[in-house]
């Protein structure tokens, strides 16, 4: 299978987009949250469904001239994870911990006929979330903790103590301020390979 990602970051009042770009895929985690998935596996054997999105603020760094340097996603090794991640939402709206699974939630995208499914995961930072955010999107300090520039998705492997990054993106420093909402549309598109020749 080809997967691909997409990640839109806007306002949903203003309608302003923030991010709009491709994202890594960790091969190696998600054939295995796949593969455990597939294959029904209990929590204590797997698990592999979507469950978290995770934010951070190490993904970039900005001179004092403004220039913005990216680093390389992380998408090498099992126990890959954010540079710095200092925020995380439940998005597996079949989860307690899923505290609004209206604007947390996964929905599944497929057209008849096509080889290709969607994972649209949606994910709302409100207004008054995370405690301890500025009020206004105004900071200077682009290494503030809300001022995000990287997010990931995890998947469950044995426990939802143990998660995989399953995806990484890396953008332009976003703060979050308790003066908007932010929320994130992440696509992952399943397509299956056609056309392939025989063996």
């Not at 593969?35 to 596996?41: D, K, Q």
């Not at 929590?43 to 951070?56: H, N, S």
């Not at 001179?63 to 200092?86: C, F, K, R, S």
Request: proline content about 4%.
């Amino acid at each position: 299978a080809k997967i691909e990602g997409f990640i839109k970051i806007h306002d949903p009042n203003t309608g302003e987009v923030l991010v709009d770009k491709k994202n890594a895929i960790h091969y190696e985690n998600i054939s295995i949250a796949m593969a455990e998935t597939l294959s029904n596996r209990t929590l204590t054997q797997g698990g592999g469904w979507i469950y978290l999105m995770a934010f951070g603020n190490g993904g970039s760094a900005v001179d004092p001239t403004g220039v913005i340097t990216y680093l390389p996603p992380n998408v090498t090794g099992q126990n890959a994870d954010l540079y710095n991640q200092t925020y995380a939402k439940v998005v597996d709206d079949n989860s307690a911990a899923d505290t609004d699974p209206t604007n947390n939630k996964m929905t599944v995208l497929h057209t008849s006929g096509n080889v290709y499914t969607d994972i649209l995961v949606t994910c709302l930072l409100d207004y008054g979330e995370p405690a301890g955010q500025q009020a206004f999107d105004n900071s200077t300090n682009f290494n503030g903790e809300y001022v995000f520039d990287e997010l990931g998705l995890k998947s469950v492997s044995g426990s939802v103590d143990n998660l995989r990054l399953i995806t990484h993106v890396i953008f332009h420093p976003v703060q979050k301020s308790l003066n908007r909402q932010i929320q994130i549309d992440y696509t992952l598109r399943i397509q299956t390979l056609t056309n392939l020749s025989a063996a």
